[in-house]
C-alpha cells in the first residue's frame, strides 16, 4: 500500500470539535489537507465557519457548526447532522479543554464543575455519541485529547490533570467495548503547545523558558505539529491501534534530570 493510501482521508467524513482556534483548527485543516470532507464544530460557531472557510478555499471540502460539548444533547444533534447529511461519520476528534490554574485546597466546587464538565464530561459526550453511530455503521476512528498531565503533575493543576488521566481511561474502556464493532479509538497527549489555552504562561518569560526547557528541543510545540499524530491515528496507517495514548510532548515524559550528563 503506499503511503498515500495509508495515510490519506480520500473518502471519509470528520467531525473535528474545538475547530475554531488553537489545536482542532489547526487538525481539521490538516485533515482537509488530507483529503476529507470536513464539519468543523466549536462552542464559537463564526470561527469554526472561518476555519471551514479557509479549508475550503485552500484544499476541500467544509462546512460548520456550533457545538457546546457539555450539552450531550447538542452533541448529539451535531454528529447526528454529520450523518445525516453526509451518509458517513468516520472520523471523530475532541480537542476542547478549559484549566483553572490553583492549589486544590483553594478550588471552589463551580470551578471543578467547570473543568470535569468541559475535559471530561464533554470528552464522554462526544465519545459516547460518536461510538454509538460508528458502531451501526462497523467502523470509524474517534480520538481526544488528554495531555502529558495525565501521567505526570504540576502544583495548580489538579483537577485539570485528573480530567486528562480520566480520559485515558475512557479511551482504553470504549476501545475495548467498541473494538469488535470495529471502531478505534484512541487519544493523542501534547505537552505545552502554543494556543489560546497556554497564552496567559507564555506571557510570563519566567514561565516560558520554563516550559519550554521541559522539551528537549528546547521550545513549545506548535499547533500544527499535533496534526500529523493525529492523522495518523485516523488514517489506515494506524489500522492496528486502538487503546493508546499517543505523547507529542518533545520528550517531557521521557527525561529526568540533567540534559547534560556529569
Known amino acids: 500500500m503506499t503511503s498515500d493510501r495509508l495515510f ?19 487538525v481539521a485543516r490538516g485533515c482537509g489537507q488530507q483529503g476529507a470532507t470536513v464539519r468543523c464544530l466549536d462552542i464559537d460557531g463564526d470561527a469554526a465557519a472561518n476555519t471551514a ?14 457545538v457546546d460539548v457539555t450539552d450531550n444533547g447538542a452533541v448529539d444533534d451535531a454528529l447526528g447532522q454529520v450523518m445525516e447529511q453526509h ?17 486544590l485546597v483553594e478550588y471552589t466546587d463551580d470551578e471543578f464543575d467547570r473543568v470535569i464538565d468541559v475535559n471530561l464530561k ?22 481526544l485529547f488528554s495531555s502529558i498531565r495525565a501521567t505526570v503533575v504540576e502544583p495548580g493543576q489538579s483537577i485539570y490533570a485528573s480530567t486528562k488521566a480520566g480520559i485515558v ?8 467495548e467498541l473494538g469488535p464493532s470495529g471502531v478505534r479509538v484512541n487519544a493523542v497527549g501534547p505537552g505545552v503547545v502554543d494556543t489560546p489555552l497556554t497564552s496567559q504562561i507564555k506571557s510570563k518569560p519566567l514561565w ?55
Not at 459526550?125 to 474517534?142: C, D, E, N, P, Q
Not at 481511561?169 to 475495548?176: G, I, K, P, S, Y
Not at 499535533?226 to 510532548?249: C, E, I, Q, Y
Open 208 to 262: 516560558r523558558e520554563a516550559y519550554a526547557a521541559k522539551s528537549v528541543f528546547n521550545r513549545w510545540a506548535t499547533a500544527e505539529e499535533m496534526v500529523g499524530p493525529t492523522v495518523f491515528l485516523a488514517s489506515d496507517a494506524a489500522s492496528f491501534v486502538t487503546g493508546s495514548l499517543l505523547m507529542v510532548d518533545g520528550g517531557w515524559t521521557a527525561v529526568d534530570g540533567r540534559f547534560d550528563p556529569m
Open 122 to 143: 464533554g470528552s464522554f459526550h462526544v465519545l459516547r455519541t460518536a461510538g454509538r453511530l460508528m458502531a451501526s455503521r462497523g467502523k470509524g476512528s474517534i480520538i
Open 87 to 103: 451518509g458517513a461519520l468516520d472520523i471523530v476528534v475532541c480537542t476542547p479543554g478549559v484549566n483553572v490554574r490553583k492549589p
Open 53 to 66: 472557510e479557509a479549508i475550503t478555499a485552500e484544499c476541500g471540502t467544509a462546512d460548520a457548526g456550533a
Open 169 to 176: 481511561q475512557l479511551v482504553r474502556t470504549a476501545a475495548a
Open 8 to 26: 490519506g482521508l480520500g473518502g471519509r467524513v470528520a467531525a473535528i470539535i474545538g475547530a475554531g482556534s488553537g489545536i482542532g483548527e489547526a
